[in-house]
């Protein structure tokens, strides 16, 4: 795939099919776990999803090479945007930068790697910004149809993972034997991300009132049920989140309560829906069991969301989940003390100036963004303002900005905003 992109590179070409490859790249870049699964060596497959393999840093380090790589040749040819807004991007890159590398000699090696992926998360992120302006069509229906398609293997795979009970990741509840989804994911909070972004761009398909609607539809309903399989209740969150705070640009930009929160019923019902079609498919196939306590890990939120109304707090499990995020990690093998559940925490722990210098760049994404946005009030506003609003609540459930397809969907992501922030021309 990696080899695709530099013919690619190579070539003058529409930005549309480097956008395609990647996320083609991303969806599967972790599938050598796959026949594993396949074969039921959980086993085996748990040993694949935690080693470090040398080919994955290997097919990391390649593909920022390619993406330098066009850089330059967008430097050579002057095409490369210089507005205010790229030169204070790349002042408090720099910034950041010099932080990091004054913690390198102090720092263990995991960290050293946070920092790295960090910078490269913010690198491919402008590269993108770049592929996105130059956007000279809409999507075809025969792309759109490679993603769907590639999009629904991924599902596929999750769906005989779980049926099967050959997942890694699984534990006992209260509620029985939860059975997670990897597919060709890192882990199932992964999984749970990239169908987050599904249903995020799902939406926005739908906005275009085109043939594309149809995909658009395609995408919404596969990206929740990949949240579903994968039983993150963290991507279930930041689904409703991103969108919830999209419906309130879309209100704030003059559109009625009832077309701006359209898409919260659309993800609210078709979630609960799959649930419903999980908690109660065992009574006509046996086989789909352990769907069922997917769908109680997640319908049992509205009881714990009352409980903690109530007073009663939170049970041992959510407390474990949430001290990841807010505190100490203690799920995590290494440096337990020292790592968090939360890219926000973690760069703090790792270097204070750092730390402040990231917080200040998302401060002055959000200051330019939304005087932009106050301004003009348009679709791709909205649309822009959300994905850096969920690059941003994005950090507080991931470890760090870090393994494929991570650095791609949160570059993606933060691509679009500088995108709509260094263009007049709505990209589309």
Known sequence: MVIVLFAIAAMRTNSIPYVLIFFIYGALHHAYAVPSMLLGDVTRMKQLHMASIPGIYISGVVFLVVWLLFVFREVRDGL???????????????????????????????????????????????????????????????????????????????????????????????????????????????????????????????????????????????????????????????????????????????????????????????FLLVCIVGKYSNLYLSCCSPLQSLADRFLILPQMLYSVLIGNGLDQWAMISINGRLGIDSRLGIDSDTIYDNAYLGLKSGSLGAFYAWILMLVFFLVTGFKKFLNQKDEQGVYALSALLGFIVLGLFIRAYQVFPVWGLSSLMLGIFIAWMTTADKFK
């Open 80 to 270: 490369v945007d210089y507005s205010l807004f790229v030169k204070v991007y790349f002042s408090c890159f720099g910034v950041l930068a010099y932080m990091l590398l004054l913690e390198v000699p102090d720092s263990p090696i995991h960290k050293i790697k946070d920092s790295v992926s960090l910078l490269s998360t913010l690198f491919i992120a402008y590269v993108f910004s770049i592929l996105i302006r130059r956007v000279t069509r809409p999507w075809s229906l025969i792309e759109l149809r490679v993603i769907v398609l590639v999009a629904a293997l991924v599902l596929g795979i999750a769906l005989y993972e779980v049926l099967r009970e050959t997942t890694w990741a699984h534990g006992l509840y209260p509620y029985g034997m939860v059975y997670r989804a990897s597919s060709t994911m890192f882990n199932p909070n992964v999984l749970g991300l990239w169908g987050g972004l599904l249903v995020f761009f799902g939406a926005y398909l739908l906005d275009k009132r085109s043939q594309q609607t149809w995909y658009g539809y395609g995408m919404l309903f596969i990206g929740v049920t990949a949240v579903f399989l994968s039983g993150s209740r963290t991507a279930a969150l930041f689904c409703g989140l991103i969108l919830f705070l999209a419906s309130c640009l879309m209100l704030s930009a003059g559109n009625t309560f009832k077309v701006s929160f359209k898409y919260i019923y659309l993800f609210s019902l078709t």
